[in-house]
């Protein structure tokens, strides 16, 4: 099996998703992810709009309706991350990272 590797980023809107991520629904677990994750040698981090975007985005978002949030750019801190999705869901929009695990401390 082939590694998921970075894609080009092309925003709609903000939002955006990697074209080798699997087409997850509501009734996939979190081990199933995780498990991918894993046979994909990483992990997820998740940043939320909430906690990380600028305050006037924030408050343009959840007070004005505004869906746009292109100026949100969100940065994971893990080496050699790479962005899988900025996608919405119940408590807001959430970026997925990917960050692949270093083989050398993984035993």
Same mark, same amino acid.
């Given at each position: 099996?082939?590694?998921?590797?970075?894609?080009?980023?092309?925003?709609?809107?903000?939002?955006?998703?990697?074209? !080798?991520? %699997? @087409?997850?629904?509501?009734?996939?677990?979190?081990?199933?992810? /995780?498990?991918?994750?894993? #046979?994909?040698?990483?992990?997820?981090?998740?940043?939320?709009?909430?906690? !990380?975007? %600028? @305050?006037?985005?924030?408050?343009?978002?959840?007070?004005?309706? /505004?869906?746009?949030?292109? #100026?949100?750019?969100?940065?994971?801190?893990?080496?050699?991350?790479?962005?899988?999705?900025?996608?919405?869901?119940?408590?807001?929009?959430?970026?997925?990272?990917?960050?692949?695990?270093?083989?050398?401390?993984?035993?």
């Amino acid at each position: 099996m082939s590694q998921i590797q970075a894609a080009t980023i092309k925003r709609d809107e903000g939002y955006w998703t990697h074209p !080798d991520l %699997p @087409e997850w629904d509501e009734g996939t677990t979190r081990a199933e992810c /995780e498990s991918w994750a894993a #046979d994909n040698g990483g992990e997820f981090v998740v940043i939320r709009f909430e906690y !990380d975007a %600028p @305050e006037k985005l924030i408050d343009s978002y959840f007070e004005q309706g /505004e869906t746009d949030i292109s #100026d949100w750019l969100p940065v994971c801190k893990k080496a050699c991350s790479f962005l899988l999705s900025i996608h919405d869901t119940e408590d807001g929009p959430v970026a997925l990272f990917f960050a692949p695990k270093d083989k050398d401390t993984d035993a």
